[in-house]
């Protein structure tokens, strides 16, 4: 599986930039950097939700199948 980077822009105020470039300077990463360990946490909640989502279709496309298998006969 290839894995491309997608680039989410999002804006701030001045005032709330300035608080992210302060901390980013004060734990010595990039204002990016800090936003993307920052959001992680809801990365991989929306990554689990995703595949609950796929396994649940999955489940019903199955039961489906099966269902219309024992109609037919």
Same mark, same amino acid.
């Given at each position: 599986?290839?894995?491309? #980077?997608?680039?989410?822009?999002?804006?701030?105020?001045?005032?709330? *930039?300035?608080?992210?470039?302060?901390?980013?300077?004060? #734990?010595?990463?990039?204002?990016?950097?800090?936003? *993307?360990?920052?959001?992680?946490?809801?990365?991989?909640?929306?990554?689990?939700?995703?595949?609950? *989502?796929?396994?649940?279709?999955?489940?019903?496309?199955?039961?489906?199948?099966?269902?219309?298998?024992?109609?037919?006969?």
């Amino acid at each position: 599986m290839v894995k491309k #980077t997608k680039v989410i822009a999002f804006r701030v105020n001045a005032d709330e *930039y300035e608080a992210l470039s302060c901390l980013a300077s004060k #734990t010595h990463q990039s204002v990016g950097r800090l936003v *993307y360990i920052a959001l992680t946490s809801h990365i991989e909640a929306g990554t689990d939700l995703m595949n609950h *989502y796929k396994k649940a279709a999955e489940r019903k496309a199955k039961r489906l199948a099966k269902k219309e298998a024992a109609s037919g006969l």
